[in-house]
């Protein structure tokens, strides 16, 4: 018995030493698919509405402002002073001053809806609720804790799993 499993051990291991044909690669169908297309919070490629021009400026003049709570000045300025601040300086409308306020003003919008200028909210923790504003493409515009005024994207995992709900204020003469 001991010599059956000794002579089955050899003629494995030159099983294994024996080398396999060559083989010819087998040629890869050439594929004529479009390059992927990336997006833009901005619309570079149409004219930009008056409201898309209105919220690039501001996110060009508030970029990287610090996050400061129940800050409203280039100095520091937390989520919702700076949605209050961007609809009042730059589209002269009011809305309240703070997130869970915010989350009560307009008409809710499904999320597959959203619109530039759309609010979008967000549960950051058990407590804590985070705002901003849509832009288009799946990118919104906030003052984030980590890195202050900014554009991030809805599909990024953090923001997917936060995401609580979206409303919309009236904006018919920016849209």
């Given at each position: 018995?001991?010599?059956?499993?000794?002579?089955a051990?050899?003629?494995?291991?030159?099983?294994?030493?024996q080398?396999?044909p060559?083989r010819?690669?087998i040629?890869?169908?050439?594929?004529?698919?479009?390059?992927?297309?990336?997006?833009l919070?901005?619309?570079?490629?149409?004219?930009?509405?008056p409201l898309e021009e209105?919220?690039?400026q501001q996110?060009?003049?508030?970029?990287?402002?610090?996050y400061r709570?129940?800050?409203?000045?280039r100095?520091?300025?937390?989520?919702s002073g700076f949605?209050?601040?961007t609809?009042?300086t730059q589209?002269?409308v009011?809305?309240p001053?703070?997130?869970?306020?915010?989350s009560k003003v307009?008409?809710?919008?499904?999320?597959?809806?959203l619109?530039t200028g759309?609010l979008?909210?967000?549960?950051?923790?058990?407590?804590k609720?985070?705002?901003?504003?849509?832009?288009?493409n799946g990118f919104?515009?906030h003052?984030?804790?980590s890195k202050g005024?900014?554009?991030?994207?809805?599909d990024?995992?953090y923001?997917?799993?936060a995401?609580?709900?979206?409303?919309?204020?009236?904006l018919?003469?920016?849209?």
């Amino acid at each position: 018995m001991r010599v059956f499993w000794v002579l089955a051990v050899v003629v494995m291991l030159f099983a294994c030493e024996q080398k396999s044909p060559v083989r010819e690669p087998i040629a890869k169908p050439v594929t004529t698919q479009a390059p992927a297309v990336r997006k833009l919070p901005f619309n570079e490629t149409v004219t930009a509405t008056p409201l898309e021009e209105r919220l690039k400026q501001q996110y060009e003049s508030w970029r990287g402002v610090p996050y400061r709570l129940g800050g409203l000045s280039r100095a520091g300025v937390d989520c919702s002073g700076f949605v209050h601040l961007t609809f009042k300086t730059q589209l002269g409308v009011r809305v309240p001053r703070t997130t869970e306020a915010q989350s009560k003003v307009g008409i809710p919008v499904d999320k597959r809806e959203l619109q530039t200028g759309d609010l979008v909210f967000f549960k950051t923790s058990w407590k804590k609720g985070h705002v901003g504003i849509y832009l288009n493409n799946g990118f919104f515009l906030h003052a984030s804790t980590s890195k202050g005024v900014m554009i991030s994207n809805l599909d990024n995992p953090y923001w997917r799993r936060a995401y609580w709900m979206s409303r919309r204020i009236d904006l018919s003469d920016y849209r």
